[in-house]
């Protein structure tokens, strides 16, 4: 069997190692390619993707690690190759949603979810009626920021007009967002289809990104949660996701994001992550044969 990773402009040499590293456990052809060097034909109604004189369509297995900056091409080569009788645990409607913070919040909150306070605005002025009524501290999001970047709080009105201003001049929507104190903590849900990995994340800051300099440990997982990040998995059309939660000093649970394609946080999780995604992946391509 083939497996074929496909890597958007953020992934970077040591998770494609990772992942290959595992593939070549399970898959008799594993091949990794940039999103950037894919050619897309559309003849006689049939899609084809390609990367030189390699057609991408025969593979059997499929892991898309994309992101917003790739979105305009991403959007067609992960429809194509959804088309293709390979497994893919993603779907191009579930990448259009995560890719937008405030959307995926307000459908998340559609299944009864605890999630913050979230509004989505066009103007500096709107944004400061919503944050009267949210209160401060708030938090400024880029609707397709990751890794912790893009992402401000902000505890006055002094803090926010400059920043306001400067999204407004890029021409930026502003998502806005209620802080839910956590204590630089927060706990991320890996899901692989019915399965998860629980992780403890703890920040330098207020933000517990491993990306910025946070620390992560696994840790036992709790039925609640894991039933919460799956149920919002599957209502979004992810097989594959990290789902993070925070928890306010009453312990109640908020779902704050839902990311489409995880970090694997290697100084701390070692192969943890991409083994469980390879494997998974090549149990759903043995079972399509």
Known sequence: ???????????????????????????????????????????????????????????????????????????????????????????????SITNNKYHTTKLVSELNIKVPATALTTTPEATMQI????????????????????????????????????????????CLQEYIPAGKKDIRYLVVDDDVIAILREGKDWRANVSIGGKAAEIPVEKELKDTAIKAAKFLGLKICAVDFVQNVQQENYLIE?????????????????RAIVKYLYKCAKRKK
């Open 258 to 274: 839902v990311n489409f394609t995880p970090g694997f946080m290697k100084n701390y999780l070692h192969n943890r992550i991409p």
């Open 131 to 174: 944050v009267e009524k949210i209160g401060y501290p708030a938090v400024v999001k880029l609707l397709s920021g990751f890794g912790g970047k893009g992402v401000m709080l902000v505890n006055s009105e002094k803090e926010l007009k400059p920043i306001l201003d400067t999204l407004n001049i890029f021409e930026e929507f502003i």
């Open 1 to 95: 069997m083939k497996f074929l990773l496909v890597e958007g402009v953020h992934s970077t040499e040591d998770v494609r190692l990772l992942v290959l590293e595992e593939a070549k456990k399970y898959f008799d052809t594993v091949l990794s390619v940039p999103l950037s060097k894919l050619k897309i034909e559309c003849l006689r109604g049939e899609n084809k993707v390609y990367y030189k004189n390699t057609l991408l369509n025969d593979f059997d297995a499929f892991y898309i690690r994309v992101f917003a900056e790739d979105f305009a091409f991403a959007q067609p080569v992960l429809y194509c190759l959804s088309k293709s009788r390979g497994v893919m645990p993603h779907c191009l409607e579930a990448f």
